[in-house]
């Protein structure tokens, strides 16, 4: 008995570069589709880049992190799409707390933003002089990232000006870990 082909495809593949956690800039990254039941494959690297093939090679022009993921076609032209990849190369992870900001209307520093880039992971808190949480960074958005910031409100209503505290645990990707702790002011000034 044969069986008729249902057209199932998975969509699956694996870097056959030595990738360690940070790839050096540069470097010709090799990927390895892993599919089964897929004919026509499209690979996005993340940069813009798309291209096909079963095994194949991308350079990146630039360092940063990458979200990598692959998309294959049955003959039935059933569609499947792989879960993502990140990669990141050579570029150090970075957290900075700023110690002012002034919520003000006028455009410029109106946010408290931790300035970071390449961190896998990323959490804080934001506390005023008693000891209450007036905000927090909780879920990990790489599109959001921790610039998101808080906008000086507490429940819609203006903070006060004083001096509040942060506490941020983060880890690059770069396996770096940090774990901040200190003073901010809020200003008020136009």
């Known amino acids: 008995m044969i069986l008729p082909d249902t057209g199932k495809v998975t969509a699956t593949f694996q ?29 996005h690297f993340g940069d813009g880049v798309i291209s096909s093939g079963e095994v194949v090679s991308h350079i990146y022009s630039k360092s940063g992190c990458f979200d990598v993921y692959l998309v294959a076609w049955s003959r039935e032209d059933c569609e499947d799409r792989s879960d993502s990849i990140t990669i990141c190369l050579d570029e150090k992870s970075m957290c900075e707390v700023p110690n002012i900001f002034s919520p003000n209307g006028d455009m410029k520093n109106d946010y408290f933003q931790v300035n970071a880039k390449t961190l896998k992971s990323f959490k804080g808190t934001l506390i005023n002089r008693w000891g209450k949480t007036v905000y927090e960074w909780d879920v990990w958005d790489k599109e959001t990232y921790p610039t998101s910031g808080w906008n000086g409100k507490i429940k819609e209503t203006e903070a006060s000006p004083g001096v509040y505290y942060y506490i941020i645990i983060a880890e690059g ?6 774990e901040l702790k200190g003073a901010f002011h809020l200003v008020k000034e136009k």
């Open 173 to 178: 990707w770069d396996d770096v870990k940090y």
């Open 15 to 43: 870097i056959t570069s030595d990738t360690m956690n940070l790839i050096p800039e540069f470097s010709e990254i090799f990927f390895e589709n892993t599919s089964v039941g897929g004919k026509k494959y499209e690979w």
